[in-house]
């Protein structure tokens, strides 16, 4: 079936840094992508929509500066968390739209700042 | 404004018991409806999914209900196993709206041995 990579899994930075984080399609071609945010004991949070070669549609309330999404290739999207802070700490999905109605998700990216 | 309501936060269930998870939606708009499943640290993983077209769907031992009426759906895990153990959300998206999805609050289940 299709796949979603996502690295790394865990990553700890210190604060003022910046983090990136990769998604790629292993063996489809995602146009769209969407990407999430999710507390601990919490549901998903959408952040961001990318559509290849376009800018990024961003939620309301979601910094656009401070989450830069590149969505550069069909195979490829990344999300970059800018001086990052503790706050900014939280578990990272990335989901790639599959035809009409499916969806398939990356397995997460722990990020703790430090 | 949450557009997918989810319910119970959490379950306890024996093995072999039925675990029952319900959403409601309001948006009438919406024609797709996804269950997943997670697992501490990992991504959502694709369950099972109906559209409105029909008012249930079942694949092994879970199986979705669906009223449009009452814009409900719920999810049904027959004889529970403690491997379902896991956090389950239900879905909303609409085909022709950029197709993003809208999540319940997501039900936390333990299943106990």
């Known amino acids: 079936g299709a796949v979603v990579s996502q690295h790394p899994s865990r990553v700890i930075c210190k604060s003022g840094t910046s983090v990136k984080i990769e998604c790629r399609s292993l063996?489809?071609?995602?146009?769209?992508m969407f990407w999430y945010r999710q507390f601990p004991k919490q549901s998903l949070m959408l952040m961001a929509t990318?559509?290849?070669?376009?800018?990024?549609?961003?939620e309301q309330g979601v910094e656009k500066d401070k989450f830069l999404i590149n969505h550069a290739s069909l195979t490829l999207s990344t999300l970059t968390v800018t001086s990052a802070h503790p706050e900014d700490s939280s578990f990272y999905i990335c989901?790639?739209?599959?035809?009409?109605?499916?969806?398939?998700f990356g397995s997460g990216t722990r990020l703790t700042v430090v | 404004q949450q557009q997918v309501k989810q319910s119970p936060q959490s379950l306890i269930v024996q093995k072999g018991g039925i675990s029952i998870i319900n959403c409601a939606y309001e948006?009438?708009?919406?024609?797709?409806f996804p269950w997943y499943q997670q697992f501490p640290g990992k991504g959502p993983a694709l369950l099972i999914a109906i559209r409105p077209d029909v008012s249930e769907k079942k694949e092994g031992r879970f199986t979705i209900s669906f009223n449009k009426s009452a814009k409900q759906f719920s999810l049904h895990i027959m004889d529970s196993q403690p491997g379902d153990s896991a956090t389950y959300f239900c879905a909303a998206s609409i085909r022709n709206a950029g197709n993003m999805l809208t999540f319940g609050g997501g039900t936390r289940l333990m299943v106990k041995p």
């Open positions: 948006n009438t708009a919406f024609d797709y």
């Open positions: 989901s790639a739209k599959l035809g009409n109605y499916g969806y398939t």
């Open positions: 063996d489809f071609q995602a146009t769209t």
């Open positions: 990318s559509n290849e070669g376009s800018k990024a549609t961003y």
